[in-house]
């Protein structure tokens, strides 16, 4: 079955850093993104990243503090978090997009989803 497996979510106080990881199995995506939900809150994109060339999009709220790639090597996609703020607690979940390589911030667009991970931000 092809799956998003998600791991590195966890406790930080603000102005800390975590690296998420998403690792797939099955098979090869075009495209990923990181979406994540707050309590009571509607899921939010955060990042798109494609294979092919790098390409990279993010939220307005986490430009220049999370940053997106990619291991080819190993399928896995990651998304490092620095400067974290307590506003960025929330589920984080890893999404894929098989066989389109548009970056979107859509999420009925993707095809794959990861369980989620917690993310804790306290002041």
């Known amino acids: 079955q092809v799956q998003l497996v998600e791991s590195g979510g966890g406790l930080v106080q603000a102005g800390g850093s975590l690296r998420l990881s998403c690792a797939a199995s099955?098979?090869?995506?075009?495209?990923y993104g990181w979406f994540r939900q707050a309590p009571g809150k509607e899921r939010e994109f955060v990042s798109a990243?494609?294979?092919?060339?790098?390409?990279?999009y993010y939220a307005d709220s986490v430009k220049g503090r999370f940053t997106i790639s990619g291991d080819n090597a190993d399928n896995t996609a990651y998304l490092q978090m620095n400067s974290l703020k307590p506003e960025d607690t929330a589920v984080y979940y890893c999404?894929?997009?098989?066989?389109?390589?548009?970056?979107?911030?859509?999420?009925?667009?993707?095809?794959?989803w990861g369980q989620g991970t917690q993310v804790t931000v306290s002041s």
């Open positions: 099955g098979r090869t995506f075009r495209t």
């Open positions: 990243f494609r294979w092919s060339d790098g390409g990279t």
């Open positions: 999404a894929a997009r098989f066989g389109r390589t548009g970056l979107t911030g859509n999420p009925a667009l993707y095809d794959t």
